[in-house]
């Protein structure tokens, strides 16, 4: 947080209206303004990230499920959790061998071999609220 360039508009009770919504349990508090006036540096200042504030940036949501996502996820709101995991290998290894057979003692060949081999896997998580 800067420590020299943060403007507290005491004049405004900026801090003390922004404070006033912790007194509220479950309140969405939505902050806008010009860029770089300051919004950020003030609610950090009131509600410090970590385990009391839940932040949300905005320009992470694109639709309102996004938005209840976050919500669920810091909230550790979910009340069953399934995850799926998946993993397929398969091999193959084939050859061919020709021999030729002259005269006694002599004899001539020609081999060839391959191999194959591929994996794939997933997974997936499942998240639910009973």
């Not at 360039?5 to 922004?18: F, G």
């Not at 939505?30 to 200042?45: H, M």
């Not at 030729?100 to 997974?123: D, M, N, Q, V, Y």
Request: glycine letters at 10%.
């Amino acid at each position: 947080m800067p420590k020299y360039t943060y403007v507290a508009r005491s004049e405004r009770n900026l801090e003390d209206k922004l404070r006033s919504a912790a007194d509220n349990l479950c309140k969405l508090v939505t902050i806008t303004g010009a860029t770089k006036s300051g919004k950020t540096v003030l609610t950090n200042r009131v509600f410090p990230r970590g385990p009391e504030s839940l932040w949300i940036d905005g320009g992470s949501i694109s639709e309102e499920d996004d938005l209840w996502t976050y919500i669920l996820e810091g909230i550790v709101g979910y009340t069953d959790m399934e995850v799926e995991k998946s993993h397929e290998s398969t091999s193959s290894v084939s050859g061919q061998l020709e021999v030729e057979a002259g005269i006694p003692l002599i004899t001539k060949g020609k081999a060839s071999f391959g191999s194959t081999r591929s994996t794939k896997g997933g997974s997936s998580i499942t998240r639910s609220m009973s």
